[in-house]
């Protein structure tokens, strides 16, 4: 799991699979979905991104809500939720996208 800081986004999404996590350290629901996420690590990349530190990427995105998870394969977005979400949920996403 990578907590996206001075890297350029589209660095890391390119190639490969990629859940990103748009998320503020403030919100409630975020929180929950951490440990999920952090269960999920290995699984499939997931890169981080605090939208309070990333305004032009929450912008870009069109972030209206968090947390929102975009899935991106080989730099394209594939899927986009919005919301917390199971475990199990993510583990669908992850199927489907194999």
């Known amino acids: 799991m990578i907590k996206l800081t001075d890297e350029k986004f ?3 999404i390119t190639k490969g699979t990629w859940l990103v996590d ?4 403030w919100c ?3 929180k929950m979905l ?11 990349d997931i890169l981080k991104v605090n939208v309070d ?3 032009d990427l929450a912008q870009e995105f ?9 899935y991106f394969k080989d730099g ?3 899927k986009r939720v919005t919301g917390f979400q199971s475990k199990e949920a993510f ?3 992850l199927a489907e996208l194999k």
């Open 10 to 12: 589209g660095d890391f």
């Open 22 to 25: 748009f998320y503020a350290d």
């Open 28 to 30: 409630g629901p975020c």
């Open 34 to 44: 951490a440990p999920i996420l952090e269960e999920l690590d290995g699984d499939i």
């Open 53 to 55: 530190h990333h305004p």
């Open 62 to 70: 069109k972030i209206m809500s968090i947390p929102t998870i975009i």
């Open 76 to 78: 394209n977005m594939v």
């Open 91 to 93: 583990i669908n996403d």
